[in-house]
């Protein structure tokens, strides 16, 4: 038997074999170091974006490595028929570092902001039969699945699916008066990025954690993660 066909790993091969959903700059990464990353010529690259600002703990820092070596070694990844100790480990973590009293855990934002949303919508619903409206701001971003889409208001990734998830009002961003004019019996949630990062990083200009949520009884208020592209 010959030595296997290694196809070149090249950046135009990536653009050719992935789906067109991003436009990556034009760089195959093969190594990173802390905040440095190299492509197969050797040539060094700043990365000032993490992981879209989620996870921005560096490339290959020896503690990080460790501790996913040691669990590596300890327990694979396990389905959800499971209760897992390293979980459970984490969920405590969470909720005595946080507000949370418990935990649920996803892939994604766009799934921990759909689990979000059909909460509030069930949360509501169970109060009354039109209490389903979720009030959002234009340009914002929630994810890619189709609530998310549609509740963050940018018609470039929400249209051409069919007909959009119902019950979603869209206000200003910065427009606490057209926010309180949207909010009424039948708003179960409110969402709001802290800063909406893929509208080029509009800042609010007052603290949206203040924001008003006049309908009185049980409004959810969601804070999606903030996420500014590019440092
Ligand atoms: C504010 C905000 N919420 C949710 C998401 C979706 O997160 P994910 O890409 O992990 O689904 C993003 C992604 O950029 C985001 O910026």
Redesign the pocket.
Known sequence: MGTPFRAPQTADAYTEVMVPVYSPLDVLAVRAQGATVWDAAGKEYIDLSGG?A?NALGHCHPALIEALTAQAHRLWHISNTYKSDSTLRLARALIRLTFAERVFFAN??????EAAFKLARRYGLHQSPRKYEIVAAHN?????SLF?VSVGGQPKYSNGFGPAIEGIRHVPFNDLGALEHAVSQNTCAVVL?PVQ??AVCFRPRGNTSRAPVPCATATMRCS????C?RG
């Open positions: 879209i989620v994604s934002g766009a799934e921990a902001n914002s971003f929630h994810g890619r998310t990025e990062g893929k999606s993660s903030m996420k592209r």
